[in-house]
């Protein structure tokens, strides 16, 4: 099977521009087929409270109320989208900016009410990736770029966590392709101390996981990270690294970075 790599990278990055030139670029140098997958929360948010758009998070999610998917959508699908798109052609990627409606190639379930009404927040399933579409496009010599929006197949777009997007990704694609999963962020990878980044966590097993978050070493946004890394791996992803943005480089370099999580 061809290597594929699917990359979700994080919003602190996409926020800076020197940061994220840079990992474009090092993107663009990575061999084989590659799928990028962002969200663009911060901007998000920021756009929102300029509209007047009250945003809630819970444990690292966003509620999605009708005027908040308006901006997810002008923003995810839109802003941030064709700027990495832009800047990919510009480095050499023949990139092209989708959302899961595009080709549908994601479709999810807009998540129940339960405790929480998350509004239009999609849930993806085993069945949600159009793998045989994306590797159409992936053969035609394209790199997709996906927003984090996904859709019900009844005419409704649906916020849709990044990390979850990228792993769905990565799960759906494993029979047709050697993937490895990875998530760049600013951080180095998981730290026992947020704010030394030479306390990296170079391995991380279930057992592993438990005490972490037992710790409350891991925490809000990063569970839900670590929760759809674990399950990709259930599912046949070959590995799944958390790393910075910056190290991605190491990958061409023949050498490994980061966080790597395993059975």
Known sequence: MLPLYVIKIGGNVIDNSE???????????????????????????????????ESQLVDGRRITDIETLRVVTMVYGGLISKNITAQLQRYGTNAIG?????????????????TIDYGYVGDLDDNSVNAKGISDLLNAG?????????????????????????SALAVGLSSLYQTTLIYCFEKKGVLQDIDDPESLVRDINPERYDELKAAGIIHSGMLPKLDNAFKAIDMGVQ?????????LRQTNEGGTFGTRLSK
């Not at 474009?24 to 509209?51: C, P, S």
């Not at 549908?104 to 807009?110: Q, R, S, T």
């Open 239 to 247: 590995a799944v690294i958390i790393g910075h943005a910056d190290d």
């Open 98 to 114: 989708l959302t899961g409606a595009d080709g549908n190639f994601i479709k999810g379930k807009k998540r129940p009410v339960k």
């Open 142 to 166: 394209f790199t997709p770029v996906f927003a984090a929006l996904s859709h019900d197949g009844e005419g409704q777009l649906l916020n849709t966590n990044a990390d979850t997007i990228a």
């Open 19 to 53: 940061a994220l030139h840079r990992f474009l670029e090092t993107f663009t140098k990575l061999k084989g087929h590659k799928i990028l997958v962002h969200g663009g929360g911060k901007v998000a948010t920021k756009l929102a409270e300029d509209l007047g758009i």
